[in-house]
């Protein structure tokens, strides 16, 4: 029976309203400002975890939430980006863990295309730093708004000041303090809330209970000077005033067109701070936006009619269950159980019969899921990282670039080769952990190209856990991969000897070079021929 109109509006009153409660955002820092524990005081504070230690325990005993490999908990860094959902204030929050470590960036690059916005860990004492950089630039080309906690504010820190103007200098984006810091290190006495007039006394001792801020009338009151003494009062009534005069003044609109980030100051091991950080986050982080499409499209996420694309692929996660997860972002409409969906790219229908909410190791099935959410399809055949899945209309979000490979190793199995073996390489390529090449000529062991050497590490302990294969990686000079694309690959004029010519997993032609210098020699000897870097 078709629905009535009843139906409908009541249909599209509940898409608004899940809509509109919906934050999805993911959390960027510089290895050891703090990014896992301020996840963890998050997750505390809105109760969906019990026990601090919970997301990840000491550097020499990791039990993760968020990192589900061993390898992870061993070497203390977090590679497999996670979705972590919690209800907080009404609001249905969604944290995509982005793996910190450089080498990881293009599954850093993928998960920032599935959220809504960022919170961007400061270390106090270092300000912006290298990696901090980098994964700003992505957020930059995505446009998503930034928030930024500056943490470890118990310990020695910079100048609030130089820290705004270096976020401004390095990060190009205008800084507006939202509390300011009375004191640092041992002196850190507490954060004024520039916007609430309130102080938030910094407790030292472990009492149990959070306290309360304390109103007060104005930086220049005398209960402020009785909370944190003359001379931090001192120190305060001038920053108010600097701020006040020559300061960035917090402006919502600018945040959300990511023109200006809005400054927190805290420590997220002591739990300070993170309770107001995480309110704002709640009233300032946009809900899900509308995503352009293929064909000049905007897909609104009230549209009536599911559309997702797929971030990342994750095979085992849990021992217990060996299968495959592609995570898929909803974008528009509802996502509800046994849907038929299409996914765009092989224009083939597909039940979505086992579509799972995970949190860390554990999953639990989803009757339904609405724009903003990320679950995670189980077993999901031929998908790969990029498509698109719909229902009703057709719809096809652009493709996910793919980061050209900088280092490049062969596998060789210690047995020999087998079918096992070659499926593996390609499970895991599929996953986008790395690009995977078939020689043309001599061995035809495959060779893997990756971004970073952890990869490496990475490929060969996971072939040996989830697979049972041992294999050994023989890294190799070269350090560019190119598409030749021409009608007639064997016609291409590879002039020097270090230039291997290979095919992808698709059949494609691709040839490895050795330097920059043989691969700009070589398309000079080809004028004809296209040198694509990632297709
Ligand atoms: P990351 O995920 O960004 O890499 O950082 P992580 O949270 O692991 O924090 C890095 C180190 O900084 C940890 O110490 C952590 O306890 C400490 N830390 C985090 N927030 C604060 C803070 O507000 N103040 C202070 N003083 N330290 C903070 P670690 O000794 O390297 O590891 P662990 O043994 O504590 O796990």
């Given at each position: 029976m078709a629905p009535s109109f009843d139906d409908a509006t009541a249909a599209s009153d509940t898409l608004g309203r899940e809509i509109a409660r919906r934050r999805t955002f993911a959390i960027i820092s510089h290895?050891?400002?703090?990014k896992t524990t301020l996840t963890e005081k998050l997750l505390l504070y809105a109760g969906a975890?019990?026990?601090?230690?919970?997301?990840?325990?000491s550097k020499t005993q990791r039990h993760a939430v968020s990192d589900f490999m061993e390898m992870e908990q061993q070497r203390g860094i977090s590679i497999s980006a996670s979705a972590l959902e919690f209800e907080l204030h009404g609001h249905h929050v969604t944290l995509l863990d982005t793996p910190g470590?450089?080498?990881f960036s293009e599954d850093t690059f993928r998960t920032l295309l599935a959220v809504d916005s960022v919170v961007m860990v400061l270390d106090a004492a270092k300000g912006v730093e290298p990696q901090t950089l980098k994964l700003f630039d992505v957020c930059r080309q995505h446009g998503l708004p930034v928030l930024t906690f500056i943490n470890?504010?118990?310990?020695?820190?910079?100048d609030p000041f130089e820290l705004l103007d270096q976020i401004e200098k390095v990060l190009g984006i205008a800084a507006a303090p939202r509390n300011w810091p009375l004191?640092?290190?041992?002196?850190f006495k507490g954060v004024y809330d520039l916007d609430a007039n309130s102080v938030l006394l910094y407790e030292r001792?472990?009492?149990g209970r959070r306290m309360e801020p304390l109103l007060v009338?104005?930086?220049?009151?005398q209960e402020v000077t009785g909370l944190v003494g003359e001379r931090r009062q001192q120190a305060l009534i001038e920053a108010v005033d600097i701020i006040a005069g020559a300061g960035t003044r917090f402006d919502r609109e600018q945040y959300r067109l990511a023109k200006q980030t809005p400054v927190f100051f805290g420590s997220a091991l002591n739990d300070f701070g993170v309770e107001p950080f995480l309110e704002a986050l709640l009233s300032l982080a946009p809900s899900p936006a509308p995503r352009p499409a293929e064909g000049d499209v905007l897909v609104e996420p009230d549209d009536p009619d599911f559309s997702g694309f797929i971030f990342k692929i994750q095979a085992n996660m849990n021992p217990r269950h060996r299968d495959r997860v592609a995570f898929v972002r909803v974008c528009s409409g509802r996502l509800a159980k046994d849907m038929l969906v299409t996914n765009?790219?092989?224009?083939t229908p597909l039940r979505l019969s086992r579509v799972y909410r995970f949190f860390g190791r554990d999953r639990e099935t989803v009757p339904e899921a609405y724009p903003g959410d990320v679950v995670g399809v189980v077993n999901p055949g031929r998908m790969a990282i990029g498509d698109t899945l719909y229902a009703g209309k057709a719809v096809r979000f652009p493709p996910i670039q793919q980061f050209p490979a900088e280092q490049f190793a062969m596998l060789r199995p210690?047995?020999?080769?087998h079918k096992r073996f070659d499926e593996a390489v390609l499970q895991l390529s599929e996953e986008g952990l790395l690009q995977v090449f078939m020689p043309i000529?001599?061995?035809r062991n495959p060779i893997v190209g990756v971004i970073g050497q952890l990869q490496f590490d990475v490929i060969q302990a996971r072939l040996q856990a989830e697979y049972g294969i041992q294999c050994t990686v023989d890294r190799m000079a070269h350090v560019a991969a190119r598409w030749i694309i021409t009608e007639?690959?064997?016609?291409?004029?590879?002039?020097?000897?270090?230039v291997l010519q290979c095919t992808d997993r698709l059949g494609r032609p691709v040839l490895l070079f050795q330097s920059n210098w043989e691969l700009r020699f070589t398309m000079d000897k080809n004028p004809t021929v296209e040198f694509r870097e990632s297709m």
């Open positions: 290895p050891d400002a703090g975890i019990e026990l601090a230690g919970a997301v990840r325990g470590h450089q080498d470890k504010l118990d310990q020695p820190a910079r004191g640092d290190g041992p002196d001792r472990k009492t009338a104005a930086p220049d009151s765009a790219r092989l224009d210690g047995e020999l080769r000529h001599g061995v007639d690959p064997s016609s291409v004029q590879t002039p020097m000897s270090g």
